[in-house]
C-alpha cells in the first residue's frame, strides 16, 4: 500500500503544474440560479479512471479538477451501521466480493423488484475492510488498479477535507425495512463536512430538514426515470415534475439525468431543449444534471467530444445548469473554466496549424464540399485534399484510391473490383480504372473507423451527404475562404505513371500553377521522389509523410529528410507510445526533427475515446494538449478540428499564462505506473530508429504511354519509403470477386 501511495504521489506530481497566483480575471456571467460558475461533482472522485470512491480515485479528482470540486460519495449501509462510498446496495459490481463468497448471493425485494445479490446490509463494516477490495464497474476504463485499493467509508472521504462534499442517499426506505437509519447516522456525523445531501425519496429530505438547515447543508431531491414511482408519495417522478414548488418546500436544488433537459430522438439527436431548468430556476431551485462521463455514447451532435457536451448545458445562451455530475471532473472543470464563453474568431495561442484529414471528415463524408466547409466554419488553418486520379485522367479529392469505403462503389461496380498489391494488400474497386462521370454517379459515404471495433457510427443523418470536389474545384473553393493554406497529398505517383499512364505529379503542377493560389501552400507525399520534384517551387512547404512507427529520429535521417522536406507528417505513436491503451513513453522525435529546422505534424487525431488512450481520460482535448503543449508539435492533423480550433483558443492552452486552471498535458508512464507491476502489461518493444533507406525513394518513372505496346511493358513500380511494402501478387479470379462480395455484404 505505501508503494502504491508514493508511485500515486509522483503520478500527481507529474500532471499537476505548480500553483500560480491568478491573474485578474473579468466575472463571466452566467446563467445558473445565482449568476456563479458551475459546480463540478466528482461522482466516487475520479471514476472515470480509478475504481469509485477509492483513496486514488478521490486524490486525482481533487488535484486535476478545478478549484472547488464536490466529491460525490453514494452512501451505503454495513450491518453494523458503518457509511461506505459505493454507488449501488450490492458489492458485487465494484467489488471482489463474489470471489471471496461465492455462495453469499441473497435476493431483497428493493422498491417492489427483486434484486439478487451480494448486498452491503449483510456484512459488517470489518469484514468488507480486512477482505474485500474494490474493481472497476465499467469493463471499457482500465482494470489493471482492480483488487489493489480498499473500500472507503464515509469518513475517509471526510477526512480528506475535500472543497465540497455531496453525499447521495439512494436507498434510505430499503435500508429502513431493515433496522438501518441513513438520518441517524448523518446525525451521528453531525452533518459535519457535508456541503450536499441528495436522495430520490421525499420523506427521508423532509426527515434531516431541520438537521440540513442548522449545518447549512443543502438538501437537492433527485428526479429518477420520469415512470419510476418516488416511494413516499407513490407518484410518478414526472408527476412530480409538474409541481416544482411543493419540492422547493424541502429542498434548495433538485438533480437529474441530462436527458430531461436535452432529449434525445430515438435516431440519437438533441431534441429542443426542454423547459425543467428555466421552470426549476423559476420555481428558486437549483438544477444539477447528472450522467456525464468522457466513454459513454451520447448524441450525435457532440462529435465524440465530451467537452461539447457540458458547453451545451451551460453555455447555450438560454440557461445554465447549476452543476454537473460525473465521472471525469477535467474535462466538466475545462469546459467550464476554459472553453465556455468563446467568441467567435478569436486569435489562436501561439503558431499551431490545425490541419484538416480529408476535411472535418468526423461530420461528414470525407473530401465533400460540405466537409471543407464545416472545417473551414469550424476555424482550421489548413485544409487537405489527398489527390486521387479517375481513368480519363481527371485529378479529384478523396482520402483513397479505393472507392470502397468513401463511396457507395461497392453498390454499383462490384465487377470492377481488382487486386493493386502496390498499393493495398486487399482488392478494392479504384477510381484509376473508373471514368470521372462514372465516380460523380456515386455518393460519397462518411468513414467510421471505429465502426466494427466499438460501434462508433459518425453522422448517420449525413451519411452520404455531399459532392466531390475535383483538385481545381478545391483550390479555387480554398481561395475564397479564410484559411491560411491548402495541404496536397499526393499518392501512389509511381504506380499512376508506370502502370496507369496517369501523371498525377503534373496534374497538381498545372492545377496549382492555373489557380494562381494565394494561400500557403504544402505538398505532402509519402514518396521523396515526389517532393523532390516539386524542390524548384520555393513557395511551397513540403512534407514528408512517415507511416510506420518510429522511435527515433538520428542525425542522418534527420538530414536526408532536409534534401526533399522541410515538415514531417507523423504518426501519433511515433511521438508517444502506446500499450494497450496506456501511454508508456516519449520519444525525442520532435526535438530532433527541430534540431534539424524541420516542422513535426502529428497524425491522425479523432474524438472517438476508443482511440485515445487512458492517460489523457478519454478526452481528445487532454491529447491535444499532450501534443501541442507536451511534445511542442507545429501542427495537428485532425478529423474533428472544431476540438482543436476551441482548445487552442483558451487561455487555459497557455501554460506560460496566470490562471486558476490550465490544460494540462498528460505525463507518458505515470498512470501505469500507480498499478502493481504483476498488474501491469507486459512492455512493449521500443520502435525502431527512423533509418536513411526510410526516408529515400527511387525516381519516378516516366508516364507511360498506355496506348502502346511499350506503355504496357513499364516495369513495377518499387514500394516507397514511408509505406509498408506489400510483396505478394495476390491476383483476381471470380473465387475473390465473390469472397469481397461477401464480406461487403457482411459489413452493411
Known amino acids: 500500500m505505501l508503494r502504491a501511495f508514493i508511485l500515486f504521489s509522483l503520478f500527481i506530481h507529474s500532471c499537476v503544474a505548480a500553483p500560480k497566483i491568478p491573474a485578474a480575471v473579468p466575472a463571466t456571467k452566467w446563467l445558473t440560479l445565482n449568476g456563479q460558475e458551475p459546480v463540478v461533482v466528482a461522482r466516487g472522485g475520479f471514476s472515470g479512471l480509478f475504481p469509485e470512491s477509492s483513496a486514488s480515485a478521490n486524490d486525482l479528482a481533487i488535484s486535476t479538477s478545478s478549484p472547488g470540486v464536490t466529491m460525490l460519495c453514494s452512501l451505503q449501509m454495513t450491518k453494523d451501521g458503518v457509511g461506505l462510498c459505493l454507488s449501488d446496495i450490492r458489492l458485487d459490481n465494484a467489488t471482489t466480493i463474489s470471489t471471496l463468497f461465492p455462495k453469499s448471493q441473497k435476493t431483497y425485494k428493493v422498491y417492489g423488484q427483486d434484486l439478487k445479490g451480494w448486498f452491503v446490509l449483510d456484512y459488517s463494516a470489518d469484514t468488507i475492510f480486512s477482505n474485500v477490495s474494490l474493481v472497476q464497474n465499467i469493463f471499457s476504463r482500465p482494470s489493471i488498479f482492480d483488487g489493489q485499493m480498499p473500500v472507503s467509508a464515509v469518513e475517509d472521504v471526510l477526512g480528506t477535507k475535500p472543497p465540497r462534499f455531496w453525499l447521495s442517499v439512494q436507498y434510505d426506505a430499503f435500508y429502513m425495512e431493515h433496522k438501518l437509519s441513513a438520518a441517524e447516522y448523518l446525525r451521528s456525523l453531525r452533518f459535519r463536512g457535508i456541503t450536499f445531501i441528495s436522495s430520490p425519496e421525499i420523506g427521508f429530505l423532509k426527515s434531516i430538514g431541520m438537521d440540513a438547515r442548522r449545518a447549512k447543508t443543502k438538501l437537492i431531491f433527485e428526479f429518477k426515470d420520469p415512470e419510476a414511482i418516488e416511494p413516499t408519495t407513490g407518484k410518478k417522478y414526472n408527476e412530480l415534475q409538474q409541481d416544482l414548488a411543493a419540492i422547493k418546500a424541502f429542498a434548495s436544488g433538485v438533480l437529474v439525468p441530462k436527458d430531461y433537459i436535452w432529449p434525445l430522438d430515438s435516431a440519437n439527436y438533441l431534441k429542443p431543449a426542454s423547459t425543467f431548468v ?51 471532473p477535467p474535462t466538466a472543470s475545462q469546459a467550464i473554466s476554459c472553453l465556455s464563453h468563446q467568441k467567435r474568431n478569436l486569435p489562436k495561442i501561439g503558431n499551431m496549424l490545425v490541419i484538416t484529414h480529408n476535411g472535418a471528415s468526423g461530420e461528414y463524408p470525407g473530401c465533400t464540399d460540405l466537409a471543407y466547409q464545416k472545417a473551414v466554419d469550424d476555424g482550421a488553418d489548413v485544409i487537405d485534399c489527398s489527390v486521387q486520379m479517375s481513368k480519363d ?218 482511440s485515445i488512450p487512458f492517460d489523457y481520460f478519454s478526452d481528445p482535448t487532454v491529447e491535444l494538449a499532450t501534443f501541442i503543449a507536451g511534445n511542442g508539435v507545429d501542427g495537428v492533423i485532425t478529423e474533428f478540428p472544431a476540438t482543436a480550433t476551441r482548445y487552442l483558443m483558451s487561455p487555459c492552452s497557455d501554460l506560460n499564462k496566470d490562471q486558476p486552471y490550465a490544460i494540462l498535458p498528460a505525463e507518458a508512464g505515470a498512470l501505469l505506473s500507480v498499478a502493481a507491476k504483476e498488474a501491469q502489461p507486459p512492455a512493449s518493444a521500443p520502435n525502431p530508429p527512423l533509418d536513411t533507406k526510410d526516408v529515400t525513394d527511387p525516381p519516378l518513372p516516366a508516364v507511360a504511354n498506355m496506348g502502346s505496346p511499350d506503355g504496357e511493358a513499364q516495369p513495377q513500380a518499387p514500394p516507397h519509403s514511408g509505406t509498408i511494402a506489400t510483396s505478394a501478387n495476390l491476383g483476381l479470379s471470380l473465387l475473390a470477386i465473390l469472397a469481397l462480395g461477401l464480406l461487403f455484404a457482411a459489413a452493411e
Not at 468522457?294 to 451551460?314: C, I, K, R
Not at 462514372?438 to 471495433?453: D, G, R, W
Not at 507525399?525 to 520534384?533: A, I, K, Q
Open 393 to 610: 485522367g481527371m485529378a479529384f479529392c478523396l482520402d483513397s484510391a479505393d472507392l470502397t469505403t468513401t463511396t457507395t462503389a461497392k453498390t454499383t461496380f462490384m465487377s470492377r473490383a481488382t487486386s493493386v498489391p502496390e498499393i493495398q494488400p486487399t482488392n478494392g474497386i479504384f477510381s484509376f480504372d473508373l471514368t470521372w462521370a462514372e465516380i460523380q454517379s456515386l455518393k460519397p459515404q462518411i468513414q467510421s473507423p471505429f465502426l466494427v471495433s466499438g460501434g462508433f457510427q459518425r453522422n448517420p443523418a449525413n451519411k452520404n451527404a455531399g459532392k466531390f470536389m475535383t483538385l481545381v474545384d478545391f483550390l479555387e473553393f480554398s481561395k475564397a475562404k479564410a484559411v491560411t493554406g491548402v495541404l496536397i497529398n499526393i499518392q501512389n505517383a509511381a504506380y499512376l505513371a508506370s502502370k496507369k499512364g496517369l501523371g498525377i505529379v503534373d496534374a497538381v503542377k498545372s492545377a496549382l500553377k492555373n489557380s494562381t493560389q494565394d494561400k500557403k501552400v504544402l505538398i505532402q507525399s509519402d514518396d521523396s521522389s515526389v517532393l523532390s520534384s516539386f524542390e524548384a517551387v520555393p513557395p511551397y512547404t513540403r512534407v514528408l509523410s512517415i507511416d510506420k512507427e518510429i522511435g527515433d529520429a538520428p542525425k542522418p535521417s534527420v538530414d536526408e529528410i532536409k534534401k526533399h522536406a522541410e515538415a514531417v507528417n507523423l504518426k501519433r505513436s511515433s511521438l508517444v507510445t502506446i500499450s494497450h491503451s496506456f501511454a508508456t513513453g516519449k520519444t525525442n522525435v520532435v526535438e530532433e526533427m527541430h534540431k534539424g529546422n524541420i516542422s513535426v505534424y502529428v497524425s491522425v487525431l479523432r474524438n472517438e475515446y476508443i
Open 278 to 328: 428555466v421552470d426549476a430556476h423559476k420555481a428558486g431551485l437549483e438544477v444539477y444534471a447528472s450522467g456525464f462521463a468522457n466513454d459513454f455514447l451520447t448524441s450525435f451532435n457532440y462529435s465524440y467530444d465530451p467537452s461539447a457536451e457540458y458547453l451545451q448545458f451551460v453555455d447555450n445562451g438560454q440557461f445554465s445548469v447549476d452543476g454537473f455530475i460525473t465521472d471525469f
